[in-house]
């Protein structure tokens, strides 16, 4: 940044608060503000002894980023190519492009890292600080934010922002971009028009949200959708829904609404359908009671394989209390959960779905049964031998599964 933009800098700052807008809900106005001091200041500098602005276009994106943007991280920012941001120390910020890692030459120093942090959060009436060092916001674009700070970490504010980049709104996208094949897509839709419980398992940055979002976008439009998330990711695109998302405590250490609370509410609602952002925790039992209650649903969940998606599921009950035991969660899981849609990144940085299991319902011993309906064979999603349970739900909504599974030739 040059001398010239600094002063421009300065100049906006200071007429920034005596007017007491907000540039981060008034960017229009603020970029007015920049011009016209850009301007007044071009007009100054011809009568020498000021530093010329060389480009008045460049100098205003320089200066509308740091004082209404996010600094240096805004190219980022509007690279639509870069999925995520993450600061490991102000020396080190890295970036990923179409699932690539790349350490940049941004380099920052400690207070900058601290200011950008301070501006990501004043819209999300969140807080960082020593009583509470871990926190998830949603910024204003839609991207999740995520920071801990010491004596957590061993010196440095470690701050992650995930791009909310939509490449994706329904599964023919993901057709598009390889992450289905065709003929899973329409088999995933018509289990989700035809109410089945889907559970989307997978790695971090899988792409699981993604997938969940566009298997939401098939859900019929009359139905009434109620989510629950631990801050706000999923954006559905129809006319009838309810979004939650858990709360911080106060500083007093009160107030806080865990997932767990939302999915009981969620019960509360009149849901057609139940979407829960991620089960991590106890709030996978009160997710299970709903969906055995005939409420159809999905989730997202971390983990290698279809099968591990459903090992979790029976185990991750058990941390909701000593009175909850195996013999009620698994028959719970096996009669609950209907099909399993497990998602990597690969190598190559392309995301795809490499399993759809269904579940019929049986048990062996404490071993959920699981019937494959798609696997991958030689990087490619094809047909296996396996059949959904609730046939009966697909014929009453119209479709024909000899011919939604019918293996290619």
Request: glycine letters at 6%.
């Amino acid at each position: 940044m040059t001398d010239a933009v600094r002063v421009v800098e300065d100049e906006v700052r200071e007429l920034i608060r005596r007017s007491g807008l907000d540039p981060a809900r008034h960017p229009a106005e603020v970029g007015r503000l920049v011009h016209d001091v850009i301007t007044d200041y071009d007009e100054r500098s011809l009568h020498g002894g000021m530093p010329v602005i060389v480009d008045r276009q460049e100098a205003a994106k320089q200066v509308l980023d740091t004082v209404a943007g996010f600094g240096p991280l805004q190219p980022y920012f509007d690279d639509p190519t870069v999925e995520e941001i993450w600061i490991n120390e102000p020396s080190k910020i890295f970036i990923a492009r179409r699932g690539v890692a790349e350490l940049t030459t941004t380099i920052l120093t400690p207070d900058e890292v601290r200011d950008l942090v301070e501006r990501m959060l004043r819209t999300s009436g969140r807080r960082v600080d020593l009583s509470s060092p871990f926190v998830d916001a949603t910024l204003s674009d839609g991207s999740r934010l995520h920071v801990v700070i010491p004596d957590i970490t061993r010196d440095h504010w470690h701050v992650n922002i995930r791009k909310f980049v939509v490449r994706a709104d329904h599964l023919e996208d993901l057709v598009r971009l390889g992450t289905l094949t065709a003929q899973a897509a329409r088999f995933l839709e018509a289990c989700v028009v035809a109410g089945l419980n889907i559970l989307v398992a997978g790695g971090t940055q899988a792409g699981k949200t993604t997938l969940l979002n566009c298997l939401a976008a098939s859900i019929p439009s009359r139905e009434r959708v109620v989510t629950c998330e631990e801050v706000f990711e999923l954006k559905i695109p129809l006319r009838d829904v309810a979004s939650m998302q858990c709360r911080q405590p106060s500083l007093e250490g009160t107030g806080e609404v865990p997932l767990r609370r939302l999915v009981k509410e969620a019960l509360r609602m009149r849901p057609s359908r139940i979407i829960v952002g991620e089960v991590r925790q106890a709030e996978s039992l009160d997710l299970l009671i709903a969906l055995n209650s005939g409420v159809p649903g999905m989730c997202t969940l971390h983990a290698n394989s279809a099968r591990e998606a459903i090992v979790k599921m029976c185990t991750l009950p058990l941390l909701a209390g000593e009175n909850v035991g195996s013999r009620f969660v698994v028959p719970t899981v096996a009669s609950s959960v209907d099909i399993v849609v497990h998602q990597a990144i690969d190598r190559d940085g392309v995301r795809r779905v490499h399993e759809i299991v269904g579940v019929p319902g049986r048990i062996e011993g404490d071993v959920v049964e699981i019937a494959d309906l798609f696997v991958s064979r030689a990087g490619r999603l094809t047909r296996a031998d396996g059949f959904p349970p609730h046939i009966e739900r697909f014929e009453r909504t119209g479709y024909d599964l000899s011919v939604l599974l019918a293996q290619e030739t």
